[in-house]
């Protein structure tokens, strides 16, 4: 799900530096990196689980339910 924010040029022109320096392909990857980092949260709480859990579809959100 994609958002449209609005940031100053001055901004903009930070991501873009930031982003050509952390070598990643698009600015959400350059905030979510800045915000782990602010946070403080290890890199090892995130992915734990990538490529085990599938999306909930809506039969699973409906199963226990007659």
């Known amino acids: ?4 924010i609005q940031i100053k040029r001055r901004n ?13 392909k698009s ?3 350059v905030i979510e990196q800045l915000l782990k ?3 403080g949260v290890p890199s090892d709480m995130f992915g734990v689980d990538k ?4 999306k909930f ?7 226990d339910r007659d």
């Open 27 to 29: 600015y959400d990857e």
């Open 1 to 4: 799900m994609a958002s449209t």
């Open 51 to 54: 490529g085990r859990i599938s």
């Open 12 to 24: 903009l022109r930070l991501l873009e530096a930031l982003k050509k320096r952390m070598n990643v």
């Open 57 to 63: 579809t809506e039969k699973d959100r409906l199963e």
């Open 37 to 39: 980092d602010k946070a």
